[in-house]
C-alpha cells in the first residue's frame, strides 16, 4: 500500500535507530550533496594550488553540514519520516537548524570569492554574479531580521497548523519543496547571526545575539504546543500503519519534546561560535592598535603623557 504518492510502501517494522540509519537516498538531496560536496572541493584545491591556506576548520564544518543533510534525507529516517511524526520532526530541526550552521561555518561564499577567477574588464562571469546577488537589493531583504525571524516562525506555525503540511506532504515534490524550504529558511536566518560570508546585513555581535534569541523562544512554545496537546494536530500523522505499533498521538508528543529540545541546541552552538569570533575580532583589533602604535611611535600615549605633565605645570 502506498503513502502520499511516494511509491514507498506502509509496512514499515518498527522503528529503532538502526532501521532508520539504513540506506534509502533521496535522488534529489543525493545529488545536491555530491555536488555541494565537489564544489566546495573544487574551491579548496583551487586555493591550495596557487599557495593560499584555508582553514581546516571551516572544511570540516562544511563537510559535516552536507553530512547532516544526507543522513536525515538519504536514509530510512526519510522513509519513517512520512508516517512518524517524532521522525520527521527531527528531519525538520537537523536541516533547518543544525545543517545551516555547519554549512555557514564552512564560509562557502567566502570561499567561492576567493576560488572563482575574475572574468577580466566588461565581462560577467560566475564571481561577478556572485558579487551582483550579494549586493542586490532581493538579498539585503530576505537577509534582514524584519524578514528573516518572522519567516523562521512562520514555518513552524504557518506549516504545521494549517492543511499546507498535508498539502505539501502529499506529493515527492511537495516534499522535497518542504525540504529545501527548512534548510533555505534555516541558512538566511543564521547567515546574519553567523557573520563569517560577507552580506549585506552585518550587525554587531549585540544584535546577533538579540536576533538569535528573537527566535529560539517560539521553537519551544511549538514544541509544548505539540506536546501538550490532547489529540492529533496533523492529519498527515493521524493514523500511522499498523506495523509500526506506535500511537498518534503519544508520537505526536515525542515530536513536541524533539522540537523543544532542538531550539536549545543551536543556541548554544551559535553563542559559542559568536563569543569566538568576538573574542578574535577582538583580538585582531588589539593587533592592529599595536601596529599602530609601533609605526607612530607612539605618539597617542605621548600625547597624552605631554598633557598630563602642562596639567602638572599648571598645578
Same mark, same amino acid.
Given at each position: ?28 538531496? /543525493?545529488v545536491?550533496?555530491?555536488?555541494? =560536496? %565537489? +564544489?566546495? !572541493? ?6 591550495? &594550488?596557487? @599557495? ?31 508516517v ?7 528531519q ?11 554549512? /555557514? ?5 567566502? =570561499? %567561492? +570569492?576567493? !576560488? ?6 566588461? &565581462?560577467? @562571469?560566475?564571481?561577478e ?22 519567516m ?34 534555516? +541558512? ?10 560577507? @552580506? ?59 522540537a ?39 605618539k ?8 598630563l ?6 598645578g
Amino acid at each position: 500500500m502506498d503513502h502520499s504518492g511516494h511509491g514507498m510502501t506502509m509496512d514499515l517494522p518498527p522503528f529503532t535507530l538502526g532501521r532508520g540509519l539504513g540506506w534509502s537516498a533521496d535522488p534529489f538531496f /543525493l545529488v545536491a550533496c555530491l555536488v555541494g =560536496l %565537489a +564544489l566546495y !572541493a573544487w574551491g579548496v584545491v583551487r586555493l591550495t &594550488r596557487r @599557495g593560499d591556506k584555508w582553514p581546516v576548520g571551516r572544511t570540516v564544518a562544511f563537510v559535516t553540514g552536507v553530512l547532516s543533510i544526507a543522513l536525515v534525507m538519504c536514509t530510512k529516517l526519510n522513509d519513517y519520516g512520512m508516517v512518524m511524526f517524532s521522525v520527521h520532526m527531527v528531519q525538520h530541526m537537523v536541516i533547518s537548524m543544525v545543517s545551516p550552521i555547519l554549512l /555557514l561555518l564552512g564560509a562557502p561564499i567566502t =570561499l %567561492a +570569492l576567493r !576560488a572563482l577567477p575574475t572574468a577580466g574588464r566588461g &565581462r560577467k @562571469g560566475p564571481r561577478e554574479l556572485l558579487l551582483m546577488l550579494l549586493h542586490s537589493r532581493y538579498m539585503r531583504i530576505i537577509t534582514h531580521p524584519v524578514f528573516t525571524i518572522p519567516m523562521f516562525i512562520a514555518s513552524l506555525y504557518a506549516l504545521y497548523f494549517t492543511p499546507l503540511f498535508d498539502f505539501l506532504m502529499g506529493s515527492k515534490v511537495g516534499h522535497i519543496a518542504m525540504m529545501v524550504h527548512f534548510l533555505a529558511v534555516g +541558512l538566511v536566518f543564521f547567515w546574519p547571526i553567523m557573520g563569517v560570508d560577507p @552580506g549585506p546585513h552585518r550587525p554587531g555581535y549585540l544584535m546577533r545575539m538579540l536576533e538569535l534569541f528573537a527566535g529560539m523562544p517560539f521553537h519551544a512554545f511549538f514544541g509544548i504546543a505539540l506536546m501538550m496537546a490532547s489529540s492529533p494536530m496533523v492529519e498527515t500523522f493521524e493514523n500511522p500503519p499498523a506495523s509500526l505499533g506506535i500511537d498518534a498521538l503519544s508520537d505526536q508528543n515525542a515530536a513536541g519534546g524533539i522540537a523543544w529540545a532542538f531550539s536549545e541546541v543551536p543556541s548554544v552552538l551559535v553563542l559559542l561560535a559568536l563569543v569566538f569570533q568576538w573574542y578574535a575580532s577582538d583580538q585582531r583589533q588589539a593587533r592592529r592598535t599595536d601596529r599602530a602604535a609601533d609605526r607612530d611611535g607612539d605618539k597617542e600615549l605621548e600625547a597624552y603623557n605631554a598633557y598630563l605633565a602642562s596639567l602638572n605645570a599648571r598645578g
